[in-house]
């Protein structure tokens, strides 16, 4: 199994950015997926899922402002940042796995900086 997440940057607080999660080595099609997020010195933070059916859910902190979308036939996950807040910073991480109450990070995360 990879995911290799990639398209954070430097944005300007009330930027937008639009990540992008490339999955293999799994049924992508078959199985809800999650964007979570690490701040500096913080825990991971879950901040929204999009089930096999296409089904999304937001965390309070991101929604009306964050948008989850995927594309099966490229096996690809999304997320598009907009109205984006300093405390929006940090790595961001796709995952379908939870285990031994933990997500189970296989990327290397991409870096979303928001700053003036």
């Known amino acids: 199994v990879e995911m290799v997440e990639s398209g954070g940057g430097l944005v300007q607080p009330g930027g937008s950015r639009k990540l992008s999660c490339r999955a293999s080595?799994?049924?992508?099609?078959?199985?809800?997926l999650n964007w979570v997020r690490q701040a500096p010195g913080k825990g991971i933070e879950w901040v929204s899922r999009?089930?096999?059916?296409?089904?999304?859910s937001y965390s309070y902190d991101v929604k009306g402002r964050f948008m989850i979308s995927r594309d099966n036939a490229q096996n690809t996950l999304y997320l598009q940042m907009n109205n984006l807040k300093t405390e929006d910073t940090a790595v961001y991480y796709c995952?379908?796995?939870?285990?031994?109450?933990?997500?189970?990070?296989r990327g290397p995360g991409t870096q979303v900086t928001v700053s003036s």
């Open positions: 080595g799994f049924p992508f099609s078959r199985y809800g």
């Open positions: 999009i089930a096999a059916d296409g089904e999304d």
């Open positions: 995952t379908f796995e939870f285990v031994d109450d933990g997500w189970k990070l």
